[in-house]
């Protein structure tokens, strides 16, 4: 019992630190967009309509997978643990 809690709050921890990056990210890509724009156009030579859709992208497979990995473990364990379905 002890160590399914231990590992929901493992997921759970893991979730916000995924989350409070993805915030972070977001804050420093409003504040420097165009240096990181232009910084990946020197490098690949890609365009700004590109560049907006492989970001957008990018977030949505790592928001993704914050969901299926850490989310939904740790709420399928906290029912799992609240319910009393334990043999």
């Known amino acids: 019992m002890n160590n399914l809690k231990l590992i929901r709050n493992l997921f759970f921890k893991g979730f916000l630190i995924g989350f409070l990056l993805l915030i972070l990210h977001h804050i420093i890509v409003y504040f420097n967009y165009d240096f990181i724009y232009n910084l990946h156009h020197s490098l690949y030579k ?3 309509e590109d ?3 492989l970001w957008v992208l990018l ?3 790592y928001k993704l997978m914050l969901f299926f990995f850490f989310l939904i473990p740790t709420l399928v364990l906290t ?3 609240k ?4 043999k």
């Open 51 to 53: 560049f907006s859709f």
């Open 83 to 86: 319910c009393g379905c334990k």
């Open 79 to 81: 029912c799992y643990l």
């Open 46 to 48: 890609i365009d700004k």
């Open 59 to 61: 977030i949505g497979i």
